[in-house]
């Protein structure tokens, strides 16, 4: 298990659909899943085959491009969490979530609903788990492409320190791009150990159907950060 005493060094690969991007490491390895099965699918291979892991729950915090509300959701519509941003909830691995982001200063009048698929945890110092939460950062050029009706998804991983770049790191996330077919999975797992997927873009929630699936069931921890 990868451990660590000072602050991960998180990065994200991500996709934008239709978007040029840089080349990616050459793919060698075989991965059984990428970021375009359904969603759900990578969080519950993770389930069986790291069933100790299921279900524990680990911090995500939901970063904006400046101020604005994120929403999570209880099963439905009716169950709102509204919390501003950054908003930090804790998350079970092996699920999904959906939640709503709003009242961006950047954008007024848009809401978005992304998901963000679990598939593994950071194991922190004891007692500190809420110090180190998994950063999902939407920035406003990922915002401004989902705008176009197009879609990003991305992959966020814990970086091996084997292969870390032999230089200082001015933040402790690093984003790249890669080509749309390319399987993020498979280049964040020959990167380091892939904790999240997150999709941008998409599905809205469907106003006549209150209890549309669309809206979060998995269990949602509230968390002081």
């Given at each position: 298990m990868c451990r660590f005493n000072t602050t991960p060094l998180i990065?994200?690969?991500?996709?934008?659909a239709g978007l040029s991007a840089t080349t990616g490491q050459a793919?060698?390895?075989?991965?059984?899943l990428d970021h375009r099965a359904p969603t759900g699918m990578a969080g519950r291979w993770s389930a069986i085959i790291r069933p100790g892991t299921a279900g524990i729950p680990q911090p995500v915090q939901?970063?904006?491009?400046?101020s604005g509300t994120v929403t999570f959701y209880?099963?439905?519509p009716n169950n709102p969490i509204h919390m501003a941003a950054p908003a930090q909830v804790g998350m079970g691995v092996g699920y999904v979530y959906r939640f709503r982001i709003s009242?961006?200063?950047?954008?007024p009048g848009v809401e978005l609903y992304p998901t963000v698929e679990l598939i593994d945890r950071l194991h922190a110092p004891a007692n500190l788990a809420q110090e180190?939460?998994?950063?999902?950062e939407l920035s406003e050029d990922e915002i401004e492409i989902v705008l176009q009706d197009r879609m990003v998804t991305k992959v966020i991983y814990l970086e091996e320190p084997d292969l870390a770049f032999p230089v200082e790191q001015e933040t402790t996330i690093r984003?790249?791009?890669?080509?749309p077919n390319e399987n993020l999975l498979q280049a964040a797992d020959q990167r380091g150990r892939p904790l999240a997927i997150v999709r941008i873009g998409g599905r809205i929630p469907d106003p006549r159907s209150p209890t549309?699936?669309?809206?979060?069931?998995?269990?949602?921890?509230?968390?002081?950060p």
């Open positions: 990065l994200i690969l991500s996709i934008c793919q060698e390895r075989h991965q059984p939901v970063r904006l491009p400046s209880s099963g439905s009242d961006l200063p950047e954008y180190f939460p998994i950063p999902v984003a790249e791009t890669l080509k549309d699936e669309f809206f979060s069931q998995s269990p949602l921890m509230l968390t002081t």
